[in-house]
């Protein structure tokens, strides 16, 4: 089977992972398909033999890039490689696809989580808010016309089958470990919180803010350490209790889940994939009670949960996950391994084609 893969957009963020997940997955793991990958400026190896790599433009410069990239130099390409699907990372259809059939990749979480409505008179939220109110017609539009729609949780399968009834949708996960049995590690004490997340309005650092207040009234000093830079916050009162540690790499991020708990007050998310790496690490995790923590957390046993807007809601499940913390405990890992969601991917292609 041959697959074009057109992914011009997206150059940051959970997006970009996702196709260097994806462009590794063929290079290093696939023997039976060829593959192409229309894309613009990202870094992304180099190709092989059944690994074609297409630059549709040279430089991404937003939408007006993506759209001539694909009208061009991608529509092209793709007409000459001649793949039996066109899968778009772009949660919505493609101009490069030049008739050949539609699968797409959604993991837009905005138009489809019911836990949080952005609100478009709201400066911080207004640029947000218009793509959770808009975005949902052309993301279902591709729905409707694609062959296969692939998400990675089942709640955000649950809510396009709820949208489109006669959709072809499969939850493929992201190399995440399914939840197994659990096994007792080695001895664990957290000393303090971590939030690794960029200061975007629905990652909710205001409920933070506000819930460590309270627990530095009730004598609680526990450390909170951010991803983030102070003036990130908007706001100038109460900031001497963080640690703010800025952009720092996914292996330092990987290393402070090993002695913190992970607190994550994030009000939107389609995968949540910080849960998912904090509970590889056995580590207590505080969080709000959404749907994609309620799925990334099933079962896991040190976990304490919040209402996602309350700040003193949060304050207490900080606190109760804090004093659970002080005594050392073995710490708790998934044995299973990890999902092959690419394999997955490809299995839901090889039954329609």
């Known amino acids: 089977m041959k697959i074009s893969v057109v992914c011009i957009a997206s150059r940051s963020g959970g997006g970009l992972t996702v196709l260097r997940s994806l462009i590794d997955y063929a290079r290093d793991f696939d023997t039976k398909h060829e593959w192409q990958f229309v894309l613009s400026d990202q870094d992304v190896g180099d190709a092989t033999g059944r690994v074609h790599i297409v630059r549709a433009c040279s430089e991404y410069r937003g939408w007006r890039s993506r759209l001539r990239g694909e009208l061009t130099v991608g529509r092209r390409a793709v007409k000459d490689f001649g793949p039996d699907v066109v899968l778009s990372l772009h949660n919505t259809d493609t101009l490069a696809r030049a008739g050949h059939p539609l699968a797409v990749y959604v993991q837009q979480a905005l138009p489809f989580q019911r836990d949080y409505k952005l609100s478009v008179t709201d400066p911080r939220e207004r640029s947000l808010a218009w793509r959770q109110y808009l975005l949902r017609y052309p993301i279902l539009h591709a729905v409707r016309k694609a062959v296969l729609t692939v998400v990675q949780t089942k709640w955000m399968a649950e809510e396009l089958t709820v949208a489109v009834p006669t959709a072809q949708v499969a939850s493929i996960g992201f190399g995440r470990p399914d939840h197994g049995d659990l096994e007792y590690g080695e001895t664990v004490r957290e000393n303090g919180f971590f939030y690794p997340a960029a200061p975007s309005s629905y ?67 389609s995968l949540g994939l910080p849960l998912y790496e904090a509970r590889d690490a056995g580590v207590w995790i505080v969080t709000a009670d959404t749907a994609y923590a309620r799925e990334a957390l099933d079962g896991y046993p040190t976990v304490a949960w919040f209402a996602p807007t309350d700040p003193q809601s949060m304050a207490d499940a900080m606190a109760d996950a804090w004093s659970a913390s002080r005594e050392p405990r073995k710490r708790i890992t998934d044995s299973s391994e990890a999902t092959d969601s690419w394999g997955r991917l490809l299995q839901e292609l090889n039954a329609r084609f």
């Open 203 to 269: 990652k909710n650092h205001r409920t933070l803010l506000e819930a460590v207040q309270i627990l530095r009234g009730c004598g609680v000093e526990a450390p909170v350490a951010l991803t983030t830079k102070p003036d990130a916050l908007g706001v100038s009162e109460g900031l001497d209790a963080f640690e703010f540690l800025g952009w720092i790499s996914h292996d330092e991020v990987l290393r402070r889940y090993e002695d913190s708990i992970l607190v994550f007050p994030s009000l939107v998310e």
